[in-house]
């Protein structure tokens, strides 16, 4: 595998970084030597529940020295997406502090027009009042952003509804279709490129999972190289329809065929 | 039109036997002169918002002698298929007093599982955490119901979201297709003969909806004879794929074609 014409990197937070509250072995310093070497790199997450402030300071807490500006989750990649048509005017539908994410980016007035409706996975924020708001914004004109369109995850308390069925609802309702930014849609991996301002042929996504991570990625455009850490299984890698480009023990063994 | 071998009639409330708060002129006479003759009825709503009860109690304020039995909504028909079913625990998600309709139909337990979760337009009832107890519950095995599956309509305050949306976002989010009991599924009019104890072919709806009225009896093998009061629109008639058996001024004009 030849990655001569390789500048910049975008990286999987957890399975590739870290696991829990462990760093991967190794992690650190393959971070350090890329910045040292000059690569470009973003840090990937499909969170939509926290800003990017959060995730930088958990990072620095796993010993990372990672700047905020390397962090690029959904509500970024959705803040880049306004930032590229224009309109800035939004109604949000999300929970944790990621609304911190689009300050600056956009300004929310209940009494006009928006031009988006903006749903992250936002758990007790999802009420029929504020359902009904973001109804009646797509049936005004906005357009729907979805942060991420999966249908649930494994909460502490058991399997719970994510952002996915509340888009389709309002899809449903209103006939519009959402652009997903979050991973694996190709919208958040050509966001992530345009902030790094590369293109994707210069570009290797590192991830544990086959499918979103290098599926999506190569779906990008770009390579991709998938790390035996948390996720990885090797009979999922055998029976994949995905073929990652390269296949190392963990992001630790990157310096080897840099 | 031969209406010989009619035994009962399946008849809309909203638009048939009142508009607003006023009774269609001749429409108390004509039930008057139904019941005299003989003939079943059952006046039927797409109501999930009011128990049987209610809308019985708000037809007698009009100047109707409506015995409750024969008013006849989503709830009652989920109530009826529950007993072809033989199965009885459910989860309401419903608003109003609508939840009276299930009482000695169905047993709610929120510790142990349940057959069905039967959605409604639930209003402020929708919440994540209800959603989420309704999901989990379908994700443990339980089938989902719904009321009816319209996308929304028309508040006092504005466009809002009916049950339609809510179901749609259960259903993507489970990979279950909801059992509709509302008009104009074939559920509903099968359960509304079965009520009734009689077959289609001797059931005529009267109704102001060619579609959701006479299109969805006639799919369920009734006639249907088409009400020139509120609705109607002489260019909606004449437009349309389905034709009525019959199309007459009001409801009071029913004894003249008998």
Not at 67 to 82: C, N, S
Not at 159 to 177: D, R, Y
Request: aromatic share 8%; with cysteine.
């Amino acid at each position: 595998m030849d990655l001569g014409d390789v500048k910049g990197f975008l990286i999987d937070l957890d399975g590739v970084l870290y696991t829990g509250d462990t760093a991967i072995p190794g992690a650190r310093e393959a971070l350090s030597f890329l910045a040292e070497e000059g690569y470009l790199f973003r840090c990937v997450s499909n969170s939509t529940r926290k800003c990017r402030a959060t995730i930088a300071a958990r990072l620095e807490q796993l010993g990372f020295d990672i700047p905020e500006h390397a962090v690029f989750t959904p509500p970024l990649a959705a803040v880049r997406f306004m930032k590229e048509t224009g309109k800035h005017r939004a109604y949000l539908l999300t929970t944790g502090d990621v609304n911190r994410d689009f300050e600056g980016a956009c300004s929310e007035d209940g009494s006009t027009a928006v031009d988006y409706v903006i749903v992250g996975d936002a758990g007790d924020k999802v009420t029929y009042p504020s359902m009904n708001h973001a109804f009646r914004y797509l049936m005004e004109g906005a357009d729907l952003i979805a942060l991420e369109k999966d249908r649930y995850w494994m909460a502490p308390d058991g399997l719970s509804l994510s952002a996915g069925p509340f888009v389709t609802a309002l899809e449903s309702a209103t006939g519009k279709v959402a652009t997903v930014v979050g991973k694996p849609s190709k919208a958040f991996f050509d966001l992530a490129l345009l902030d790094m301002g590369l293109s994707a042929e210069n570009v290797v996504m590192i991830g544990d999972d086959i499918v979103t991570d290098i599926g999506g990625a190569q779906a990008a455009g770009m390579r991709g190289i998938l790390v035996r850490t948390s996720k990885f299984r090797s009979d999922t890698l055998e029976t994949a329809q995905v073929r990652p480009a390269a296949v190392i023990n963990s992001v630790g063994d990157i310096r080897t065929i840099l």
